[in-house]
């Protein structure tokens, strides 16, 4: 049976992902390397809000607060910037996103966001609205992320031969 072949034709990077998961387990993990690179944009622009937060955003962020026993502050700005990641996961509602995975680095760019209270209003004052780091970051980043994107996945394409529409 020499001769065969196999054409699969994807389209949404959703499906091509999954495809590429079954197919090609070697180059998924190639992939998945490319594509925190490929969000490394938006990822170093958050990173950078935090940066400029300084030591502690709010006087009350340098004591020690454990609700329930979960230490989310002192606020840390290293464990913060650090929190930022890129996570990958082709069978959720979110292809990919940038979360932060820090308790307090969250809590800075959400806070005041649903609920009014002095925390939130003081953060806002000094820092801007909620959603303060990360979705300033992915708005300013989107057309360089997706170009980075439809390059990673016409690579990827090129090397399975697979034809893949992003």
């Known amino acids: 049976m020499s001769g065969v072949t196999i054409k699969t034709e994807v389209f949404g990077i959703r499906d091509?992902?999954?495809?590429?998961?079954?197919?090609?387990?070697?180059l998924f993990k190639e992939f998945r390397k490319e594509a925190g690179t490929a969000l490394?944009?938006?990822?170093?622009?958050?990173?950078?809000?935090?940066d400029?937060?300084?030591?502690?955003?709010?006087?009350?962020?340098?004591?020690k607060w454990a609700p329930k026993g979960r230490?989310?502050?002192p606020w840390s700005q290293t464990k913060a910037v650090r929190g930022v990641k890129?996570?990958?996961?082709?069978?959720?509602?979110?292809?990919l996103s940038v979360q932060q995975k820090d308790a307090a680095g969250a809590i800075f760019d959400i806070?005041?966001?649903?609920t009014?209270?002095?925390?939130?209003?003081?953060?806002?004052?000094?820092?801007?609205r909620a959603s303060r780091g990360m979705w300033p970051a992915a708005e300013a980043k989107e057309n360089e992320v997706r170009s980075n994107l439809a390059d990673l996945v016409a690579d990827v394409a090129a090397k399975t031969q697979t034809r893949l529409k992003y």
């Open 16 to 26: 091509a992902v999954k495809e590429l998961k079954k197919l090609e387990p070697a």
């Open 40 to 50: 490394k944009p938006i990822v170093l622009d958050a990173q950078a809000t935090l």
């Open 52 to 63: 400029n937060a300084g030591p502690a955003p709010l006087s009350g962020m340098a004591r």
């Open 71 to 73: 230490q989310i502050f």
């Open 86 to 95: 890129v996570s990958l996961r082709p069978s959720k509602a979110a292809f």
């Open 111 to 114: 806070a005041g966001r649903k």
């Open 116 to 128: 009014v209270n002095r925390f939130g209003e003081a953060l806002t004052r000094r820092f801007g």
